[in-house]
T-cell receptor
Framework: SQQGEEDPQALSIQEGENATMNCSYK?????LQWYRQNSGRGLVHLIL?????REKHSGRLRVTLDTSKKSSSLLITASRAADTASYFC???????????FGAGTILRVKS | EAGVVQSPRYKIIEKKQPVAFWCNPI?????LYWYRQNLGQGPELLIR????????DSQLPKDRFSAERLKGVDSTLKIQPAELGDSAVYLC????????????FGPGTRLTVT
């Protein structure tokens, strides 16, 4: 079973716009990670946020984590056509010693 | 640095045939993972190795799947016999430490069972 659930399932935006994806999970975590997958480069790690952190930035990426609501969001600012991909949240489940991936959000950035 | 290497990239077999996938992790990464990814889903862990030891194989269908990691480096995942439902992408990943660190994924092997 998959703990993380991304929302929306699919998102289509124009180049230059911001894209926001959400992830909800069910049990306590050590950290939450976001990955991107496209046909060209496979699955690539984007950012890791620990359970005691609330916000993290990396370039055009901003991730927030609300452990009280068991949710996270990934914001991509000033999107580019090259950002077109599937985005997965993965939770490092406490006491589980494994990463559990959600089903992903498909992002399409139109130029 | 070289990434995670997997072969083959694509494999088409008939049901009941055996198949094997090979993975070479990033040098120095002692933790290796095999995942299966079905169409439209995220990867699901099959087995995790720390060095040579399989520390989590709870999701590996042991009646037909087997894996090994000799000398704590390369790994092989085998399916025998394959079933139609085994069609998926098989991903190998490695990390420098235990699961709490970021994982580096290979390109995957797309298996089609006919």
């Amino acid at each position: 079973s998959q703990q993380g659930e991304e929302d929306p399932q699919a998102l289509s935006i124009q180049e230059g716009e911001n894209a926001t994806m959400n992830c909800s999970y069910k049990t306590s975590i050590n950290n939450l990670q976001w990955y991107r997958q496209n046909s060209g480069r496979g699955l690539v790690h984007l950012i890791l946020i620990r359970s005691n952190e609330r916000e993290k930035h990396s370039g055009r990426l901003r991730v927030t984590l609300d452990t009280s609501k068991k949710s996270s969001s990934l914001l991509i600012t000033a999107s580019r056509a090259a950002d077109t991909a599937s985005y997965f949240c993965a939770t490092d489940v406490k006491y589980g010693n494994k990463l559990v991936f959600g089903a992903g959000t498909i992002l399409r950035v139109k130029s | 640095e070289a990434g995670v290497v997997q072969s083959p990239r694509y494999k088409i077999i008939e049901k009941k045939q055996p198949v094997a996938f090979w993975c070479n992790p990033i040098s120095g990464h002692n933790t290796l993972y095999w995942y299966r990814q079905n169409l439209g889903q995220g990867p699901e862990l099959l087995i995790r190795y720390e060095n040579e030891e399989a520390v989590d194989d709870s999701q590996l269908p042991k009646d037909r799947f087997s894996a090994e990691r000799l000398k704590g480096v390369d790994s092989t995942l085998k399916i025998q016999p394959a079933e139609l439902g085994d069609s998926a992408v098989y991903l190998c990943a490695s990390s420098i430490g235990r699961v709490h660190y970021e994982q580096y994924f290979g390109p995957g092997t797309r298996l089609t069972v006919t």
